[in-house]
Structures are given as structure tokens and as C-alpha cells.
């Protein structure tokens, strides 16, 4: 019975040791130990000796060179980290430090080694963007290509985009597409921005109704309209004319923007690229009540440039047209091109057309109603058309032609008269000011206190009238 009683206390001896060998920490948990108390100087003796005998497991090159980068080793933090990369480096911590070391050292190689590993052990979108950044930086487009496809899924779309440029570039044209339709519908609703090459392929490929789709709703985001003017000339060269002028006419976002804004700014391009007949047709669809100086503006330049084209009929015929219609709107146009006509031309520029100019709807434009007036000789009635006009802050050539008309119909106490009611009620644009006075001047009008400069809602206390009636 001694033997067995002999083994048993041998194997449990035995155990014993191995429980207690099992609790003496390994070399990386003591250098971690060291590490946590502090201990950095040591951690570091630790695994450089450890180093110098020869280990090269992936572990103790990873703590070589972290605490080798730490102490302010760098030559043996440098040599470390690169036989680590040039094992099989697993640990993400590491692979970022080396990131950072080698971007320090201004090592263009070791960090594109280190972002390499590091988005294929732990894809990141931060680090898959930065990796492209470099790549692209120093033309290596097609490293560049790979790793975009390989995480397409933690792409944003400017990087999705970029994407659709590279497989474009390649040929690729329906994997660009595709990709560029994806980064088209992952923006915010509410950013600004401009997929003209997903526009430019739809358009190539006769999708045309989704690229008008998608390019009005860039569109609806614009302060101006020179992002839109390439995608509209390049439907008017595939043909789709339609499409390019419901682009043009989709409204700005700035606000207080006129919806015709974008058309007169449209008609200008147009023209300057001798587009006169589509120029022609942008007209036809100015919508606003309000009209603006610049769609006055580019009424008198498309009329300009279409009779210096040797138009001049097909101008004709588009306002008696116009003139002739049920349609208010469509009177008002003609209206405007009656008065570009006339403004170019003067009185012999209406021909035919001033049978159509009744004073029903003359009212419609009281400015040119005046102008016309005038010029039959017929100052009474330029008088009431001008009474009836509308000044606004922003056109103020209109406002000038509005005084210039005033002081040949009015007398001059008539003219103060207006610029004073004007004034009162607040509706004198301010470059009218100055012209205020001198009429009140010239009227000898005395009126104490009143000051043409003064806030519009001060006037009447300042003894200014609020009606004509109100002079003496």
C-alpha cells in the first residue's frame, strides 16, 4: 500500500507545480503589468531583452516598438515596427500607432503600409478615406480604385462619387452609374451639390427623364444659377429641349428670389452662345406678377440680338401673339417686348402693334403706357400711367426712366406733388431721394420739419402729406 499512497503524493505534487507555474505571469503579461503600474522604463528593458534574444513573435515586435516609440527610441521603434508589418500583423492599436509614427517620420511607404493593413484587419471608414486621400494624393489611382470597391459599404458619397469618376475612367460606365446613383441618393436632402457626371452619363445613355429628375432637385438647392447652366446646354445638345428649359425654370433658394430669376440668368447664356430662338421660347415663360430688372434686362437683349439676327418679323409676330392672348400673363409679355421694341426703336419700333396697345392694357405696364403717351404727345395721359407705376429698391434704371418721364408730364409742382406721396406712403426708392428735394425746392414747397431722408413712417409727423389732397 505504500507505493500507491507514494504515487499519489507525486502526482499531486506534481499538479501543484503546474498550478503554480500556470499563475507566474508570461513575458507579454509582465511587460503589461509593468506597463499598467507605470513601469515604462522597465516594460521597455523587458521586451527589448526579449527582442534581442531573438523573439519575434507578432506581440513583443508590437510592445517593441510601442514602447520603444514611447521612450523616444526611434531607430528601434522603426526597425521593430517593420518586421512586424512584414509578418502578419493583427493588432488594430498598433497598426494605428505605426499610422502615426510613420506619418511623423514623413515615411510616405510605411504609412501607406500600416493604413493597408489596418483597413483589411479592421475596416474603418475614417482610415479607408484617409488611405484613399494618400493614394490619390501621389497617383495611385488604381490602389486607389481597389480599396473604395472593397468598402464600398463604408463609403460616404463624396467618396462614392469619387468611386463612380475612377470606374468611369476605366470604362466602366454602368458600374459608375450605378455607384454615382447610390452616392446621389445617400446626400442629405438639404445639401447642395452637383452629380454632373451621373447627369452627363444618364444623358449619354437616353435616360433622359432621370436626369432631369435628379438635376431639378440639385437645382432646388441653388443661390445662382451657373451650377445648372452645363447640364442645361447639354440637353439642349442631345436634343431634349423641353427638359432644358423646365431646368432653367426651376426657382432658386435664395430667398426673396424671384422664380423668373433663373431664367433671365438662363436667357443671357443662351444668347451669348447664339441661342436666340430657345432664348425666345425662356421668355414665353416668365411667370412672376412681379417684374424684375432682370427679366427686363434680358427681354431687351434677346430682343436686340434677335433683330440683329434679322428676326425682327419672327419678333413681331411672338408679341402681336401675345398681346392678342386671354391670358394676363401673356399680355404682360407682350407688353415687355412691345417696350424693348419701342426702347431700341422708339415709337416707329411698335408698327403694327400699337393697335393692340389699348389703354385697358396699356395699365398693364403703366412705365411704357407713359412712354408711348408721350411720344403721341399726350402728356395728360403719361401723367396718370406714371401715377399708376410701380418703383421697386432693385432697378433702379427703371426708377430713372420713371423721373425722366415725371419731369416732362408733370408741372413741376404736380412732380413734387408725386415724389411727396410717393415718399409718404413709402414707395420712393431711395436713389429718388435726392430728387425729392430738389422738386420740393423747385415747387417752392414750404413744408417745416420735413425731411425727404427721414424714415417713410415719420412723414406725416414731419409734415409731409399722405395724399395730395393733403398739400395746399
Same mark, same amino acid.
Given at each position: ?63 517593441? +516598438? ?14 521593430? =515596427? ?148 452645363? &447640364? ?83 419678333? &413681331? ?29 422708339? +415709337? ?32 395728360? &395721359?403719361?401723367? +396718370?400711367? =406714371? ?86
Amino acid at each position: 500500500m505504500r507505493r500507491p499512497l507514494s504515487l499519489a503524493i507525486i502526482a499531486i505534487a506534481f499538479g501543484a507545480g503546474l498550478a503554480a507555474l500556470a499563475l507566474i505571469p508570461s513575458e507579454l503579461e509582465h511587460i503589461s503589468m509593468l506597463e499598467r503600474d507605470g513601469e515604462i522604463e522597465s516594460a521597455t528593458r523587458l521586451a527589448n531583452t526579449l527582442y534581442d534574444r531573438g523573439d519575434r513573435r507578432s506581440a513583443i515586435l508590437a510592445r517593441v +516598438f510601442e514602447l520603444n516609440h514611447t521612450v523616444g527610441d526611434a531607430s528601434r521603434a522603426d526597425k521593430a =515596427l517593420r518586421e512586424y508589418l512584414a509578418g502578419t500583423p493583427d493588432s488594430p492599436r498598433t497598426l494605428r500607432k505605426a499610422a502615426e509614427f510613420f506619418e511623423l517620420e514623413q515615411d510616405l511607404e510605411g504609412t501607406l503600409s500600416a493604413l493597408a493593413n489596418l483597413v483589411l484587419i479592421a475596416p474603418n471608414t475614417a482610415y479607408v478615406e484617409k488611405l484613399a486621400r494618400l493614394y490619390r494624393l501621389h497617383g495611385r489611382f488604381g490602389d486607389e480604385m481597389a480599396l473604395l470597391e472593397r468598402n464600398r459599404s463604408l463609403l460616404g458619397s463624396d467618396f462614392l462619387t469619387r468611386l463612380g469618376g475612377l470606374l468611369a475612367q476605366t470604362g466602366n460606365l454602368a458600374g459608375a452609374v450605378q455607384t454615382l446613383r447610390v452616392a446621389d441618393d445617400h446626400y442629405p436632402a438639404d445639401q447642395e451639390h452637383y452629380g454632373s457626371l451621373l447627369f452627363d452619363l444618364l444623358v449619354s445613355s437616353s435616360a433622359i427623364d432621370e436626369a432631369l429628375r435628379r438635376a431639378s432637385r440639385w437645382a432646388a438647392l441653388d443661390t445662382s444659377i451657373y451650377p445648372r447652366l452645363p &447640364m442645361i446646354l447639354r440637353l439642349i445638345e442631345s436634343g431634349a429641349i423641353k427638359e432644358a428649359l423646365a431646368l432653367a425654370g426651376v426657382p432658386l433658394s435664395k430667398p426673396g428670389s424671384s422664380p423668373d430669376a433663373p431664367r433671365a440668368g438662363v436667357i443671357w447664356a443662351l444668347l451669348s452662345r447664339g441661342h436666340v430662338a430657345l432664348a425666345g421660347d425662356l421668355v414665353e415663360q416668365f411667370s412672376d406678377v412681379k417684374v424684375t430688372r432682370e427679366r427686363r434686362e434680358a427681354i431687351t437683349s434677346y430682343v436686340s440680338l434677335a433683330v440683329a439676327r434679322g428676326l425682327l418679323g419672327e419678333i &413681331m409676330a411672338k408679341t402681336d401673339r401675345l398681346l392678342r392672348a386671354s391670358d394676363e400673363r401673356q399680355k404682360k409679355l407682350g407688353l415687355a417686348l412691345s417696350s424693348a421694341l419701342f426702347e431700341k426703336w422708339s +415709337f416707329n419700333g411698335l408698327g403694327p402693334l400699337r393697335a393692340h396697345l389699348s389703354p385697358e392694357l396699356a395699365v398693364l405696364d403703366p412705365i411704357f403706357a407713359a412712354q408711348v403717351a408721350f411720344a403721341e404727345k399726350q402728356p395728360a &395721359m403719361a401723367s +396718370f400711367y =406714371l401715377e399708376q407705376a410701380d418703383l421697386t429698391e432693385d432697378d433702379e434704371s427703371l426708377s430713372m426712366l420713371w423721373l425722366s418721364l415725371a419731369e416732362q408730364s408733370f408741372a413741376p409742382t404736380n412732380l413734387a406733388r408725386e415724389l411727396i406721396r410717393r415718399r409718404s406712403e413709402g414707395e420712393l426708392p431711395s436713389i429718388l431721394l435726392p430728387h425729392l428735394q430738389l422738386a420740393v425746392r423747385q415747387a417752392g414747397l414750404v413744408m417745416p420739419g420735413f425731411d425727404p431722408f427721414g424714415a417713410p413712417s415719420l412723414a406725416a409727423a414731419q409734415g409731409a402729406p399722405r395724399s395730395m389732397g393733403a398739400l395746399p
